[in-house]
Nanobody, 123 residues
């Protein structure tokens, strides 16, 4: 059974940092890219970052570029999203998914997005 479980969401002040985790199981983690998405209330889900299956390349949306860093640990079957210099507009539920490639990852659809992990940035 394929499972992707997000964790690490919390409240933070603007300028702060958080690290999200995406624990994967039930499939060959090393064969898939990992993408991070977020969805704020009343807004569409947005793809924000993706790391290739082999960890050699990554992509970021303009809204998070230079502030967020995606990484993966293939031994732990876990991917991470390091979020620095947080802004109030980063407030959202964050989700991870496993596309085969980061090409077009923003359009990837996960069968069941689950609850994700909530990040709230406020003064």
């Amino acid at each position: 059974q394929v499972q992707l479980v997000e964790s690490g969401g919390d409240s933070a002040q603007p300028g702060g940092s958080l690290r999200l985790s995406c624990a994967a199981s039930g499939f060959d983690f090393t064969a898939y890219s990992i993408a991070w998405f977020r969805q704020a209330p009343g807004k569409e889900r947005e793809g924000v970052a993706c790391i290739s299956y082999d960890g050699t390349s990554s992509s970021y949306s303009d809204s998070v570029k230079d502030r967020f860093t995606v990484s993966r640990d293939d031994v732990k079957n876990t991917a991470y999203l390091q979020m620095n210099n947080l802004k109030p507009e980063d407030t959202a539920a964050y989700y991870c998914a496993a596309p085969l490639s980061c090409d077009g990852y923003r359009y990837f659809q996960r069968g069941d997005w689950g609850q994700g992990t909530q990040v709230t940035v406020f003064l």
